[in-house]
């Protein structure tokens, strides 16, 4: 059974700083990951999925990490604003449907 | 429209009494996913439909939850005489095929007093 766990569960910081994010899963048999952002009391948007056979995924400020034989996989934010500020959520497929898996987030503060 | 479109969005009613809840997914994804969202639990699978089947339902709680899916486009979740441990966050998400990113909609915030 996959579980999803995310360190640290709440994060402060200020703005300029780099950061990392912390995702592990028990079930490394996966084909993506899929780091998630949630604003308050919104759903979620989709930061990035990385395939197996990737070991990163970029988009703009952000760069995501998977090492499936370790079972983890990082969040990497650049030059943190902010607007940055919000819950992130690592989410694995759990089963033959690809149900996602979530861990329970990471709170981040970018204070100005 | 351009994402997952999810009604309505927030939503109060009496215990025991039943709720629907819609999801719109993006034109075009076959699949479609309902998880819960609630402050004790965290975000939680419930029911997968691939086209109008659903092959994969293990997520829900109780008999009280069922849903459907018709000409491979909207769903409905329906929670029959609701509970007040049913108060939660209930987030649709669709995809193009399994293995794709999931788009989610803004959910449907339920409140059971």
């Known amino acids: 059974k996959q579980e999803v766990t995310q360190i640290p569960a709440a994060l402060s910081v200020p703005e300029g700083e780099n950061l990392v994010l912390n995702c592990s899963f028990t079930d490394s048999a996966i084909y993506n990951l899929q780091w998630f952002r949630q604003d308050p009391g919104k759903g979620l948007t989709s930061l990035l999925l990385?395939?197996?056979?990737?070991r990163e995924q970029t988009s703009g400020r952000l760069n995501a990490s998977l090492d499936k034989s370790s079972g983890r996989s990082t969040l990497y934010i650049a030059a943190s604003q902010p607007g940055d500020s919000a819950t992130y959520l690592c989410?694995?497929?759990?089963?033959?449907?690809?149900?996602?898996?979530f861990g329970k987030g990471t709170k981040l503060t970018v204070n100005p | 429209g351009a994402g997952v479109s999810q009604s309505p969005s927030n939503k109060v009613t009496e215990k025991g009494k039943d709720v629907e809840l819609r999801c719109d997914p993006i034109?075009?994804?076959?699949?479609l996913y309902w998880y819960r969202q609630s402050l004790g639990q965290g975000l939680e699978f419930l029911i997968y439909f691939q086209g109008n089947s659903a092959p994969d339902k293990s997520g829900l709680p109780s008999d009280r939850f069922s849903a459907e899916r018709t000409g491979g486009s909207v769903s409905t979740l329906t929670i029959q005489r609701t509970q007040q441990e049913d108060s939660a966050v209930y987030l649709c998400?669709?995809?193009?095929?399994?293995?794709?990113?999931?788009?989610f909609g803004d959910g449907t915030r339920l409140s059971i007093l």
């Open positions: 034109s075009g994804h076959t699949a």
């Open positions: 990385i395939q197996s056979s990737q």
């Open positions: 998400a669709s995809t193009t095929t399994v293995g794709q990113p999931q788009h």
């Open positions: 989410a694995a497929p759990g089963g033959g449907s690809e149900k996602l898996v």
